[in-house]
């Protein structure tokens, strides 16, 4: 169902409620999906409507219509940029930065369900996200230095993902590469057939449902920290994050129902509850 709050959004995206599930849909089929400097702002735009809602969603899908999740960049949009002057070319390129920024630090979990192609930026989208589930049938390239450019802006959510090793090659090769692959390099979590991608990637987003939403959200900071600054010299905060937590309403409702053996009371219900 729509939001009243994204009345009439562009038709390159569309954002769709689940309960407490949101889905953020990119919808240019046509296109495969490819991006411009409309979409991105629409998307971030959307992004950032969600973490001020009053009804915060507790997990996130991106998905997309149609046969691609994403090939890259749009062509017209790429041959308006190659006219482009310096500064216009790096106001876009912050502008697909902030796009992946927001995305990567939402304050909860967020899925990407990927079909067809997944390439250049919208690597970057998949790598932004917590989780992501392909289908058999995903291609992923990081395509950018066969057409002379550097994936610079996604770099550094890709090789979170996949490690510098194997960054290096891909990068360098331009070379595409399956849904297996991407499993075995940590680009997706799970593999799934086309058919089963929206279901699979529900379930998985229903489950993420049930956890406190304040709790998810302060793991994802604690996760951000220790990337950010690595594993060492971090006991204060990691003693502070955890004594904080405990002592909140959220958890004391989640370990008080556990004790009880009732679902918590923040957590939404679902048909299989009684």
Known sequence: MTDPLF????????????????ELILARPT???????????????????????PSRPHALILRAEGKHFCAGADLDWM??????DFEQNREDARLLARLMQTL????????????????????GLVCA????????????????????LVPAVISPYVVR???????????LSAEPFDAITACHLNVAHLMTTPAELLTEGRRQALRLCRNGP??????KRL????DAHGGRHHEEHTVETIARVRVGLEAQEGMQAFFDKRPPSWRPRFKDEA
């Open 129 to 148: 996200c917590d989780i992501a589930i392909a289908a058999d049938n995903a291609r992923f390239c990081l395509s950018e230095v066969s057409l002379g």
């Open 223 to 226: 996760l951000a920290e220790l």
């Open 31 to 53: 296109r495969h999906n490819a991006f411009d400097a409309a979409l991105m702002q629409g998307l971030l735009d959307c992004l950032h409507e969600l973490v001020h809602h």
């Open 214 to 219: 304040q709790a998810m959200k302060e793991t």
């Open 79 to 84: 041959r308006s940029l190659a006219h482009a």
């Open 104 to 123: 990567d630090e939402l304050p909860f979990p967020t899925l990407a369900l990927v079909q067809g192609a997944a390439y250049g930026g919208a690597l």
């Open 7 to 22: 009345d009439d959004p562009p038709a390159s995206y569309r954002l769709e409620w689940h309960g407490p599930l949101a």
């Open 161 to 171: 993902a996949m490690g510098m090793r194997q960054a290096r090659r891909y990068m």
